[in-house]
């Protein structure tokens, strides 16, 4: 199990790293995956599904817009996980997540994820440790029958941000009129939380990583949208696929 502390990790590109070398990069990667989605949608043979977490203001909607916008809507699917309906309540925690589990050729991005139920619950204490416990368990199970039972390949994606980067883009929501729209009070509450916040996430990483997490730092968001672009593009080039030929 690994031993991830999120405070010995950093929110910034590496040193040195040249800013305008890394969007051309990006830019090129996208280029690519535009035919490797193609080619994934065509041979229709696997899944993918990328899980986006991150703290508010940690730039999620902007990556999925930045990134997976560039790829045909035709091959794409995104869901966003917000607060639970009374429905979606009457049933299993993952009831709402497994219905839009990916099929094969497809593409599919959680914009949060089943991992806000052992997050945020936890953080408010509406999940005890027992039950916390019991879900990871569940997460860990649903994600092996994605696996091994439908071809699907996950990339799970926390978007690392710092509290001081967070503080600054909150406000802006207040501040820049094109921002606003994204205002919530309730963001600077949850902020107070950053502590627990973290640990939960720790927490969440040690004890669901069968499939690995990716920590992206994310208070650049040029050296952002290039990790994510960089891991998808690998991922699907390394499936070999192939376009099939005339039907007989």
């Not at 899944?47 to 940690?58: F, P, R, Y």
């Not at 290039?226 to 099939?244: C, E, H, Q, T, W």
Request: hydrophobic share 35%; net charge positive; proline share 4%.
């Amino acid at each position: 199990m690994s031993s991830i502390r999120l405070n010995k990790i950093s929110t910034r590109a590496a040193k040195g790293i040249n800013k305008e070398k890394i969007k051309a990069k990006t830019t090129k990667l996208l280029e690519e995956l535009s035919e490797l989605q193609n080619l994934l949608f065509a041979e229709s043979k696997h899944a993918v599904l990328v899980v986006i977490q991150g703290m508010d203001a940690s730039g999620k909607d902007g990556l999925i817009r930045n990134v997976l916008g560039k790829l045909n809507p035709q091959g794409v699917q995104v869901q966003s996980f917000k607060a639970p309906t009374p429905e979606e309540l009457s049933h299993d925690f993952l009831w709402r997540i497994h219905q839009h589990a990916p099929a094969k050729g497809m593409i599919q991005l959680f914009n949060r994820s089943h991992y806000e139920d052992i997050l945020v619950t936890r953080v408010h204490k509406w999940c005890d440790e027992k039950l916390a416990i019991e879900r990871m368990k569940a997460i860990n199970d649903f994600e092996n029958l994605l696996v091994n039972h439908n071809n699907t390949h996950i990339l799970k994606f926390y978007l690392h941000i710092s509290p001081e980067e967070q503080n600054k883009r909150l406000l802006e929501r207040i501040k820049e009129p094109g921002k606003q729209w994204k205002y919530n009070e309730k963001d600077f509450e949850e902020a107070k939380l950053w502590n627990d916040y973290m640990h939960a996430y720790e927490d969440c990483f040690n004890h669901c990583d069968k499939v690995p997490w990716t920590i992206v730092p994310s208070d650049q968001n040029w050296y952002k949208e290039y990790i994510v672009a960089s891991k998808l593009f690998n991922l699907l080039k390394g499936l070999d696929m192939r376009y099939p030929g005339l039907k007989k």
